[in-house]
Nanobody, 121 residues
Framework: QVQLVESGGGLVQPGESLRLSCATS????????MGWFRQAPGKQRELVAS???????NYAESVKGRFTISRDNAKNTVYLQMNSLKPEDTAVYYC???????????????WGQGTQVTVSS
């Protein structure tokens, strides 16, 4: 089991940037694929970005070109750099540790507590 603690959320204006961090402990971080989900009020939870142990990344279409996921295996930490933020990016963002199922879908085994990101003028 992996313990996950997110930080870096907050209130920003449209067009600004934020970087979320997720510190992990309790297991071998480097073997997991890591993912960031988000959930806005009244909307379904969405996988925003993921990164494999080898550094291969995937992004939701809604954030491609604006968000960048990265990981530092030496620090057991994963990041989400969010640029050109829009009001529709407002959500609670969750860090996860998981794996790919045989279907190709990302499955999250462990979740952080979430951090609020609000984009508003």
């Amino acid at each position: 089991q992996v313990q996950l603690v997110e930080s870096g959320g907050g209130l920003v204006q449209p067009g600004e940037s934020l970087r979320l961090s997720c510190a992990t402990s309790g297991s071998i971080f480097s073997v997991y694929e890591m993912g960031w989900f988000r959930q806005a009020p009244g909307k379904q939870r969405e996988l925003v970005a993921s990164i494999t142990s080898g550094g291969t990344t995937n992004y939701a279409e809604s954030v491609k070109g604006r968000f960048t996921i990265s990981r530092d295996n030496a620090k057991n930490t994963v990041y989400l750099q969010m640029n050109s933020l829009k009001p529709e990016d407002t959500a609670v963002y969750y860090c996860t540790a998981g794996r790919r199922l045989s279907s190709g879908r990302y499955y999250a085994d462990s979740w952080g507590q979430g951090t609020q990101v609000t984009v508003s003028s």
